[in-house]
């Protein structure tokens, strides 16, 4: 997986974030833990790969972690992703305690407690990687094109979620195909809007940081990322 200067992913064909090609990817992580972008992603595909295939390794789970743990931490990643009960980061990328620092709303929507979780993760702990991660069938989303469409004003904090979601409905699509294509949607936009904020984009600029979208499918398990 190609994480380009800047910290976008490559424009064209999704890429997965799984490890076929390299089968040593699949084991779990020992000694320190990834520095780099690059490697940070490496990870959560050997993750990934695990759980889709799975053979998971619940690493990171023994009573020496959980002692080590009580003194600090030190994720490799933040995961931006849906409140969804279907996408654990935890378990889609098959990682353990003080692995990664997940930040979870519905439709993946940036608010200031939000976008300051994330920049906790990167100004405080130093995490190289920012996924934002959406995923099929988002409820979020089909919400927001629902009320979108119809008019129809949704409960006053589920009506905040839709109209943080708007800006992302691609309206040259019809029914589920424009449900579909606004899950991507929101994915870039979010993805925009992080890495244009000032700091973040200061640690992309010197190849600390970046910050890749990605998307999971419910029908196979597979994360891929997407432009």
Known sequence: MHVPAGGAVRRGRPQTLTATANPRW?????????????????????????WRTFHQQHPNETRAVRHALVSGQNPFAVVLG????????????????????????????????????????VLELAVPL????????????????????????????IQYLADRIRPAIDRGQHGDARV???????????????????????KITAGELAVVGARYELDSQLVHTIA
């Open 180 to 202: 579909d294509s606004t899950i991507n949607r929101q994915v870039a936009l979010v993805h925009r809007r992080l890495a244009a904020e000032p700091d973040l984009a200061a």
């Open 26 to 50: 699949a084991a779990p992580r020992t000694g320190a833990r990834p520095a780099t972008p690059a490697q940070a992603l490496k990870e959560l595909s050997a993750g990934n790969h695990r």
């Open 130 to 157: 920012v996924l934002v991660l959406g995923h099929q069938s988002c409820g979020a989303v089909k919400a927001a094109v629902h009320a979108d469409e119809t008019g129809e004003e949704l409960p006053a904090h």
């Open 82 to 121: 849906c409140v969804d009960s279907r996408v654990p980061p935890e378990l889609v990328f098959d990682q353990g305690l003080g692995d990664l620092l997940t930040v979870r709303s519905a439709g993946e929507v940036l608010d200031e407690a939000v976008l300051g979780s994330v920049a906790y993760g």
